[in-house]
């Protein structure tokens, strides 16, 4: 008999990559948490302009749950809440960095206007 597959197991490392990373705004989130070290939710807002706060809410939750970053709550008033990358989330950058130099030649082969993250 044929072992069933779960609906949400990834077909690859690939595919299971990208569904951790993938999207508009979590390499972005990544990328700022890198240079920054530490940001807090309205430097995030701040940072990536065309971001709605929901989906700011829903990506930086997402990428708790997959342990590429982590919340530190600071119990006072008013609420006090900072991003982190986490060691997995680190091991990313040099992935990332890539694809933004790449991007940064295609761009520029496309005579995209100086855009830089």
């Not at 951790?20 to 990328?31: A, F, H, S, T």
């Not at 940072?47 to 930086?60: C, F, S």
Request: hydrophobic content about 35%; overall charge positive; glycine content about 6%.
């Amino acid at each position: 008999m044929a072992k069933k597959k779960r609906v949400d197991e990834p077909a690859c490392a690939v595919d299971y990559a990208f569904r951790r990373i993938g999207g508009k705004y979590k390499g972005r989130i990544l990328w700022y948490l890198n240079a920054r070290a530490v940001m807090r939710y309205g430097e995030l807002r701040k940072a990536i302009k065309d971001i709605t706060p929901k989906m700011l809410t829903q990506t930086l939750r997402e990428l708790e749950d997959d342990k590429l970053i982590q919340r530190k709550v600071y119990h006072e008033v008013p609420p006090k809440v900072e991003y982190s990358l986490t060691e997995t989330g680190a091991e990313l950058i040099p992935f990332i960095d890539h694809l933004r130099q790449w991007g940064d030649r295609q761009m520029e082969k496309e005579a995209w206007p100086g855009i830089s993250c």
